[in-house]
């Protein structure tokens, strides 16, 4: 069963584009970006997530990106 996003695609592309924009614009590297990412999601759980709640909801979070990974070439 499809994930249903209480957030529009169109929302979410608009906000994406923008953080790809400002890691192109500084010529960032794939660790970097990595990093720099992987630092905010840490920043958002830690500072809107209750502390209760913040071990699940990486959990879901690193399944969810583990998912929408392509492991195969094109």
């Given at each position: 069963?499809?994930?249903?996003?209480?957030?529009s695609?169109?929302?979410i592309?608009?906000?994406?584009?923008?953080?790809?924009?400002?890691?192109?614009?500084?010529?960032?590297?794939?660790?970097?970006?990595?990093?720099?990412?992987?630092n905010?999601?840490t920043?958002v759980?830690?500072?809107?997530?209750?502390?209760?709640?913040?071990?699940?909801i990486s959990?879901k979070?690193?399944?969810?990106?583990s998912?929408?990974?392509?492991?195969?070439?094109?």
């Amino acid at each position: 069963m499809p994930i249903i996003s209480k957030y529009s695609n169109k929302k979410i592309e608009t906000i994406l584009d923008e953080v790809m924009e400002v890691l192109h614009k500084n010529d960032v590297s794939v660790d970097l970006s990595l990093m720099v990412l992987g630092n905010a999601i840490t920043h958002v759980i830690n500072s809107q997530v209750p502390v209760n709640k913040r071990a699940q909801i990486s959990e879901k979070f690193v399944k969810a990106l583990s998912v929408s990974i392509n492991s195969k070439e094109k």
